[in-house]
């Protein structure tokens, strides 16, 4: 049974991927959905109370932490990873540990930038350096301009009641530093892109040009963008297209691989 790591992005926890679960499951996957450091938990809790250090976590706690859960899997798993999310796939996939990555909405690695206005706002608003390391405290409001814009008013409110969550400014931080950075022209494993057209906080040009930076002729870097899909595509109406567009996706490279690893043999 092939295993799946699914990880969260900022202002959310494993809750997020609940549907997720149940769906790969369903066809015969082991999932997994770790939370971040400081993010275990029910998310109208840890909105009500935050974890004292919350504001102090950065990017290298996170990805030790989901590193660790990979290698303890008897073979590399398939990961799929939203935002944050999507960059620890990549940092991952550049690790030569896992076997396949799935970047959704991904934040992209060498502080590549986009120039547009929802993304500058929202990367403005959440690493703003004057506000130190106090957390950035998600309320409705914000929640559903940036995350979940394209779904009506009582969508928005029913998702940000069950999984929205606070978070540290420092993630996004190192994120666009040091700890963000990824030698793309590197062979790697099999990687999909995922963006959504209407996403406020990761472009789906963003996503594109973050696929197009991995150079290697030989790997296998696809993309593929889904209209009307904010920064919630994976808990907004519709989520099962995207879902079945990966499962699609891993089906057909688990064959590939299988053929080839066949052909080796012979």
């Known amino acids: 049974m092939k295993t799946i790591i699914f990880v969260h992005g900022m202002f959310q926890n ?8 149940a769906y790969f499951t369903e066809k015969g996957y082991n999932c997994i959905a770790p939370a971040w450091p400081l993010h275990e938990g029910e998310p109208a809790e840890l909105r009500r109370n935050p974890p004292e250090d919350l504001g102090d976590l950065e990017l290298s706690a996170i990805l030790t932490k989901i590193e660790s859960i990979v290698r303890e899997q008897p073979e590399p798993p ?62 409705l409001e914000s929640f559903t301009a940036s995350f979940t814009n394209t779904s009506t008013e ?12 606070h978070d540290s400014r420092n993630v996004l931080r190192d994120c666009m ?32 040009r973050n696929a197009e930076a ?24 519709g989520w099962e297209e995207v879902a079945a567009y990966i499962a699609d996706w891993l089906s057909q490279h688990e064959k590939l691989k299988y053929k080839v690893s066949q052909s080796s043999e012979l």
């Open 177 to 208: 530093g040091e700890d963000g950075k990824i030698d793309t022209e590197l062979p790697h494993v099999p990687m999909l892109f995922i963006g959504g057209e209407a996403d406020e906080i990761i472009p789906a040009e963003l996503v594109k």
């Open 78 to 139: 398939i990961v799929i990873g939203h935002s944050v999310g999507g960059l620890v796939v990549q940092l991952l996939v550049a690790k030569g540990i896992v076997d396949i990555g799935v970047p959704i909405s991904s934040v992209a690695p060498n502080a590549m930038l986009a120039f547009d206005w929802g993304f500058m706002k929202n990367s403005a608003l959440i690493a703003n350096p004057f506000k130190g390391n106090d957390p950035f405290y998600m309320d």
């Open 214 to 237: 991995y150079t290697d002729e030989i790997s296998i870097t696809d993309f593929k963008a889904f209209s009307n899909r904010a920064h919630w595509i994976c808990g907004q109406q």
């Open 154 to 165: 009582d969508e928005s409110l029913r998702a940000y009641t069950e999984t929205a969550t």
């Open 14 to 21: 494993p809750k997020s991927w609940d549907n997720w679960i």
